[in-house]
Structures are given as structure tokens and as C-alpha cells.
């Protein structure tokens, strides 16, 4: 089963920035937190992970709690482009298992 | 680097018959996973591979479904006697795993295999 809980589904205004929740409540000294995503029809896309420390890339910012319970996903200018499922992973040297994601829905 | 490559890309075929997909993953990745989608699901994790060793496979799996992944390069998942309920994308993924790290763990994923039983 997944270890992580996520929102089923999110809006957000085109131009504004998207803030992705995700709750690992039980997560361990060593697992990582990834994000992933997926757009329609395609298989699941790598945009970001962490371990402890704030991380920032191309695509997106992750803010990791200090007590790793929870983090968010920040995608700072959503474009229509962004729709699509989030998913909210953590696992360390063990299978990569998905839960349900979060479906964001950038609206015009 | 030419990506994961699944093939095919598009399998109908009839209850009962067997059906067999090919996964070719990125060609320095030591793990091979296998998925199944179906609409509005996430992925749903079947099995996977270090090299040629499969490590584990979903107690969700029946026997009908094989996977194998000779000398550590592609795999073929193989499903026997399909009925319609085993209708899904089924997808490939593969990553590099260094030993007791995930750090830089990414999945890179194929574009799946859609089967439809009818």
C-alpha cells in the first residue's frame, strides 16, 4: 500500500502557483519523498525529490516538513500544460509503489 | 539513450487466448518494473527486477501473469487464459539502484502497452 496521502483532486487558476499537499506521516530516517506526474494517456514522469532539505529544479519547488511528516509540491507559474495526476511517493531502496495522486486541473 | 520502449503498443485479443509484452528498458538501468493502470487509477504496482532476479511480485497477481527479465537487459510479462477484468495499460518502468541509497532513484516509464480482451 502506498504511505502516502493525498488530496484526490485540486484546482488552480493559470499564472497563480499550484501547492500540492502530501501527508508520510510514517515515513522512516532514510526514505526519500518523489513526485511524480502524469499527463493524460502517458506513463508517470520524474519532476522532483527530497530527503530533508527544501529542493528546487526546472520544474518545481518541494518543501519538506522539518518532522518529514508532510510535504508540498509548489509549481510557481501553472500553465495549462500542468493538468494532469500528481503523484506523492516515498521509498527507500524498495519497490516504488503509487497511490491515487492528486488530479490538478489548471483552469484558464 | 534512447528511453524505455514497450512493444506493443496496442494488443486486442480474445478471452482465454495468451498474450506476451516486451519491455526493452534504458540500457545502464538495473531495475525493471512492472505496472498495471486501469481509467482513473494510479499505477498499480505488479513486479520487479535487479538485473535478472526478480524481487517481488504483487500477492494481487495471480498465476496466470509471468514475468521475466533474461540475462538483466528487456523483460516480457506474460499473461495466460486472459479474461476482460486483465483489459488495462499495462506499463514499464526502469530506474538505476545504488546500493542503500535512493538518492537519484527517477523511474523513467514507457509509453505502456494497452490490452483490451474482449
Known amino acids: 500500500d502506498a504511505k502516502t496521502t493525498q488530496p484526490p483532486s485540486m484546482d488552480c487558476a493559470e499564472g497563480r502557483a499550484a501547492n500540492l499537499p502530501c501527508n508520510h506521516s510514517?515515513?522512516?530516517?532514510?526514505?526519500?519523498v518523489y513526485w511524480y506526474r502524469q499527463i493524460h494517456s502517458q506513463g508517470p514522469q520524474y519532476i522532483i525529490h527530497g530527503l530533508k532539505n527544501n529542493e528546487t529544479n526546472e520544474m518545481a519547488s518541494l518543501i519538506i516538513t522539518e518532522d518529514r511528516k508532510s510535504s508540498t509540491l509548489i509549481l510557481p507559474h501553472a500553465t495549462l500544460r500542468d493538468t494532469a495526476v500528481y503523484y506523492c511517493i516515498v521509498f527507500y531502496y524498495d519497490k516504488v509503489i503509487f497511490g491515487p495522486g492528486t488530479s490538478l486541473s489548471v483552469i484558464p | 539513450d534512447t528511453g524505455v520502449s514497450q512493444d506493443p503498443r496496442h494488443k486486442i485479443t480474445k478471452r482465454g487466448q495468451n498474450v506476451t509484452f516486451r519491455c526493452d528498458p534504458i540500457s545502464e538501468h538495473n531495475r525493471l518494473y512492472w505496472y498495471r493502470q486501469t481509467l482513473g487509477q494510479g499505477p498499480e504496482f505488479l513486479t520487479y527486477f535487479q538485473n535478472e532476479a526478480q524481487l517481488e511480485k504483487s500477492r494481487l497477481l495471480s498465476d496466470r501473469f509471468s514475468a521475466e527479465r533474461p540475462k538483466g537487459s528487456f523483460s516480457t510479462l506474460e499473461i495466460q487464459r486472459t479474461e476482460q477484468g486483465d483489459s488495462a495499460m499495462y506499463l514499464c518502468?526502469?530506474?538505476?539502484?545504488?546500493?542503500?541509497?535512493?538518492?537519484?532513484?527517477?523511474?523513467?516509464f514507457g509509453s505502456g502497452t494497452q490490452l483490451s480482451v474482449l
Open positions: 518502468a526502469s530506474s538505476f539502484s545504488v546500493w542503500q541509497t535512493s538518492d537519484n532513484e527517477k523511474l523513467f
Open positions: 510514517t515515513i522512516s530516517g532514510n526514505e526519500y
